[in-house]
């Protein structure tokens, strides 16, 4: 009875440090521009369920957290993601590229990209590269603007507008990663360009966005 006494009272003591040790949840400010509306009426979703939404922009800033013991705060990534068919459908075959801040260290650019590995390697599919870029990422004001020289931009406005669709509006899915109190956003303009390895694509005028506080 002792031993088994004393068996218990070390797991509990290797639990309660595991706790005391694990590293904070990395968090921070998220947005994500589809092609494809995310909040519009049901026959302009439907329509484009099909046709469209297989290509999407990804973009984290940073403000607090680690992993493998690095710290991130304050790094920004940006993933580009595309499917073979609509991001919605659960058998898309998804396959991304990453865009890292070049004003981050060597250690934390592997930090983050094996975090986004990790924790949001559903929403990135095959990773087919990772690139260091200047990504800027600003979310003051009613905008969010995102810029990765010579590859992406997004511009999306936090409130979303109403368009053509005379139908009542609702949302349609969610963000790909966990993001607290999610809200939908108005796209001005969305691009991504960068030559190689993913196919160039375009939005603009669009309710095509999700943004809000994630947590990783």
Known sequence: ??????????????????????????????????????????????????TAGRNALLAWNITGG??????????????????????????????????????????QQAALTALLRDRAGKALGEVLAVRVAPVQFDASGDLYR???????????????????????????????VPVAAAKTGYCIGTEYRDNGLLESWSATEQNNAFHGQFTL
């Open 66 to 107: 680690e992993f493998q013991g690095v710290s991130l705060t304050g790094v920004r990534a940006v993933a580009m993601v595309v499917a073979d068919r609509n991001l919605e459908l659960a058998d898309a075959r998804r396959r991304s590229v990453l865009y890292l801040s070049d004003s981050a260290s060597p250690a």
């Open 146 to 176: 995102v810029h990765v020289p010579g590859a992406a931009l997004m511009k999306i406005r936090k409130a979303t507008q109403q368009l053509c669709c005379k139908q009542p509006y609702e949302v349609w899915g969610k963000p790909f």
């Open 1 to 50: 009875m002792k031993t088994i006494f004393l068996g218990v009272a070390a797991l509990s003591v290797a639990l309660c440090a595991g706790r005391a040790s694990a590293a904070p949840a990395v968090t921070g400010d998220y947005v994500e521009s589809r092609s494809a509306n995310v909040y519009v009426g049901a026959c302009h979703h439907e329509g484009e369920l099909l």
